[in-house]
C-alpha cells in the first residue's frame, strides 16, 4: 500500500489564514471593550441603587421601630395605619433591594471574564503590531569593507 502524503500548504492559503485570523483578533478585541464599558456603565449604576436602596431600607427599619412604639402608647387607627404603611415601604424596597443586589452579582460575574479577555486580546494584539514592525522593517544594505 503507497502511503498518501499531505500536500504543502501554498503561501496565498497561508497568508489567507494570518489575514482572517488578524480580522478575527481586531473584532474580539472591538468586542469586548464595548462590552466591558457597557458592562462598567451598568456596574456603576447598579451600585448607586443599591447603595440607595440600602439605605432607604435603614431608614424605613427606623421608622418602623419609632412607629411599632407609638402603636405600643397609644394603639389608635391612625398610629397603626402609619405603621402598616411603613411595612409596605419596607418591603417593597426589601424586594427591590434584592433584585438589584442579584443583578449586580450577575453583572459582576460577567464583567470580570470579559476584562480578562479584553486584557488577552489586547495583549496579543500589541504583540503582534510589535512582531509586524519588525518583522516589515526595511533591511539595511550591508557595507563592503575593503
Do not use: F, Q, W
Request: proline share 2%.
Amino acid at each position: 500500500m503507497a502511503k498518501r502524503t499531505k500536500s504543502v500548504a501554498k503561501s496565498s492559503a497561508v497568508t489567507k489564514r494570518l489575514e482572517t485570523s488578524m480580522d478575527n483578533l481586531d473584532a474580539a478585541y472591538a468586542d469586548s471593550e464595548k462590552a466591558v464599558t457597557v458592562r462598567s456603565r451598568d456596574a456603576k449604576k447598579l451600585t448607586n441603587a443599591v447603595k440607595r436602596l440600602s439605605k432607604k431600607k435603614t431608614t424605613l427599619s427606623k421608622r418602623k421601630r419609632t412607629a411599632a412604639a407609638r402603636v405600643k402608647k397609644s394603639p389608635g387607627a391612625d398610629t397603626r395605619g402609619a405603621l402598616r404603611t411603613v411595612v409596605k415601604d419596607l418591603t417593597s424596597t426589601t424586594k427591590e433591594l434584592t433584585k438589584m443586589k442579584s443583578a449586580k452579582e450577575a453583572n459582576a460575574a460577567e464583567l470580570a471574564p470579559l476584562k480578562a479577555a479584553l486584557r488577552r486580546a489586547s495583549s496579543y494584539s500589541k504583540a503582534i503590531a510589535k512582531i509586524d514592525r519588525v518583522l516589515n522593517k526595511p533591511k539595511k544594505k550591508r557595507r563592503k569593507r575593503a
